[in-house]
Nanobody, 121 residues
Framework: QVELVESGGGLVQAGGSLRLSCAAS????????MGWFRQAPGKKREFVAG????????VYADSVKGRFTISRDNAKNTVYLQMNSLKPEDTAVYYC??????????????WGQGTQVTVSS
């Protein structure tokens, strides 16, 4: 069993930056696929970014390419999402995910509780 806790969300003006963190407990995540998803009010949860294993390949949604960066620190059992050049349409609850499968998929095994990101015009 894996427990995930997100932090770092908040209110920021368009063009600003935020760094989200996801701290894991229960198991070592060095071999897990880690990811970030988001859900805006009235919309379905959507994929944002993923990273396969430690130092593995990364994948981004087209909407965030060039602006967001996913990374991980295995020693701290933590995954990060650096968000730059934020836009109002980035406003959503952001969820961390973990999956023992060595692929990025739409239904990862574990989810965090989410952290709110609000971007004003």
């Amino acid at each position: 069993q894996v427990e995930l806790v997100e932090s770092g969300g908040g209110l920021v003006q368009a063009g600003g930056s935020l760094r989200l963190s996801c701290a894991a407990s229960g198991r070592t995540l060095s071999t897990f696929t880690m990811g970030w998803f988001r859900q805006a009010p009235g919309k379905k949860r959507e994929f944002v970014a993923g990273i396969i294993w430690s130092g593995g390949s990364v994948v981004y949604a087209d909407s965030v390419k060039g602006r967001f960066t996913i990374s991980r620190d295995n020693a701290k059992n933590t995954v990060y999402l650096q968000m730059n050049s934020l836009k109002p349409e980035d406003t959503a609850v952001y969820y961390c995910s973990a999956d023992p499968n060595r692929i990025i998929r739409a239904t990862p095994e574990y989810w965090g509780q989410g952290t709110q990101v609000t971007v004003s015009s």
